[in-house]
């Protein structure tokens, strides 16, 4: 081995190298090092049969990683995918929502021949099946459509190449780069997404992770933004224009979501968890050719009938829950009502209603009740109401007194709003701690009841509606 005395270069030279080091990031140094090192042996060693094919994966990086290009292209990609899911769902959730009605139609027939009491048809029919049958029509299709289409980006080699674009806006904001992947998951699932942290190796930045993955909208919520942007937000157009402007007004929520989720992760690395941000040296895959056939059924099958079956038995028990509450009386008011008179005018304050936070906070096992406790809640039904005409249903939320105002806000308080049962039992199992997962409660509920605060007083002060 070589060795070579620092006295052969001038004293300045190794000054400022020196300085260099300290104010540089010296691990990337070290890596580049080796790296080069490795690229040097790689060309002596490994004869590559189609060069071309090594210098189109080269020329996709500096596109699909541009500073300038790769979030523009994010976003186009995420845009379409949207689309791809909105406009896919409609059809077959239709189609198995009317299966259910038919069932429904069928058991209804079945309790009345063997003269069941109307509680018990309640309970079992239009509260335990008419909700499971909703949370079904409504979660299966977009799942069917986004996760297979998210697993084939992910196949392809693109996923890492967003991990590496948002590991500079995690990197400022005191998280990990690996954070956009278990925030990437979160899109399917928030309670999937809590257990992926573990790709995390540091605990503090773990926990940044665990908190603010739930200012991402999970399949649950995704039919609530949708339907409002597609009622409100997209109103006046038709076919496929008021397709893509629903989908631009969702995609404009999800960025929202994570400007919200690195301001919070900023706010966290300096106060309750501070520390310095680890490293995150990522390999980029090469750009290969998808299983197409096999990663569709894989993920149909393993994450759609995992998050499915998950939300079935959750939403279940808050079927029942909400046709006791609409059902039991005292003296002539429903539970249920006296708990919207309640909350009414604090709910008045965030732009929205008294019904629609008892919507949400009976939906706390299930987002995707949150729509249809409402709709029973109008409509003084005492059961799990669905209406199948988009005309119908707006009309509703217009006789309630709603404007583009109320709409926007339960969109915003659906993104921000605390996370669902399942994912809260997954952070205690996670963290072992009651303070975290009361945290992991307080911060979005907290977040979402500002937000929608400070936009209702707003607008108003401007005399917008």
């Known amino acids: 081995m070589e060795y070579r005395s620092v006295n052969k270069l001038p004293l300045d030279s190794v000054i400022q190298h020196a ?73 077959p959730s ?69 991990a590496f674009n948002m590991d500079r806006l995690f990197k400022r904001a005191g998280a990990h780069g690996k954070q956009s992947l278990t925030m990437a998951m979160g899109f399917g699932c928030n309670a999937a997404a809590i257990m992926s942290t573990r790709i995390i190796e540091s605990p503090r930045e773990r926990m ?67 520390g310095v941000p680890t490293h995150y040296t990522l390999e980029l895959p090469p750009y290969r050719k998808p299983k197409i056939w096999d990663t569709i059924v894989r993920s149909t099958l393993d994450k759609s009938w995992y998050v499915l079956k998950r939300a079935v038995i959750v939403a279940a028990p808050a079927a029942v829950l909400t046709w006791v509450l609409a059902n039991i009386y005292v003296g002539d008011t429903s539970i249920l009502v006296y708990i919207v008179n309640f909350l009414d005018p604090f709910a008045k304050l965030l732009g929205l209603d008294g019904y629609i936070l008892a919507a949400f906070i009976i939906g706390l096992p299930a987002n995707e009740i949150v729509v249809p406790v409402l709709l029973m809640a109008y409509l003084s039904t005492g059961s799990l109401t669905e209406v199948e005409d988009a005309v119908q249903l707006k009309q509703i939320f217009l006789d309630q007194g709603w404007t583009w105002l109320t709409a926007l806000n339960m969109m915003l308080f659906s993104l921000l709003h605390f996370p669902c049962g399942t994912t809260l039992v997954n952070i205690y199992k996670e963290t072992k701690s009651a303070k975290w997962t009361f945290l992991s409660f307080a911060i979005p509920t907290g977040i979402a009841i500002a937000v929608t605060f400070l936009v209702a007083q707003i607008v108003r002060a401007l005399g917008l509606v």
């Open 94 to 162: 239709s189609m198995i929502a009317d299966f259910f009605n038919w069932m429904e139609g069928y058991l209804t027939a079945g309790f009345k021949a063997i003269h069941a009491p109307e509680w018990l048809h309640g309970i079992l029919v239009l509260g335990l099946f008419r909700g499971t049958g909703w949370v079904i029509s409504v979660m299966l299709p977009p799942m069917a459509i986004f996760f297979p289409v998210f697993a084939l980006l992910e196949n392809y080699g693109y996923l890492p190449r967003v």
């Open 19 to 91: 300085q260099t080091l300290v104010k540089g990031d010296i691990r990337d140094d070290i890596v580049g090092s080796i790296y080069r090192s490795s690229k040097t042996i790689c060309k002596e060693a490994v004869q590559y049969k189609d060069k071309e094919k090594l210098r189109r994966s080269e020329k996709l990086d500096k596109v699909f990683t541009s500073p300038i290009w790769g979030f523009p292209i994010m976003l186009a990609i995420l845009s379409l995918i949207f689309y791809i899911t909105i406009a896919g769902a409609n059809v």
């Open 208 to 274: 940044l992770a665990i908190l603010t993955n739930n200012f991402v909208p999970c399949n649950g919520r995704w039919p609530t933004l949708i339907l409002l942007a597609s009622l409100f937000m997209a109103a006046g157009y038709t076919g496929g224009l008021q397709t893509l402007v629903t989908a631009g007004a969702v995609v404009g929520m999800v960025v929202f979501g994570i400007m919200i989720t690195l301001f919070v992760s900023w706010i966290l690395s300096k106060t309750a968890l501070k």
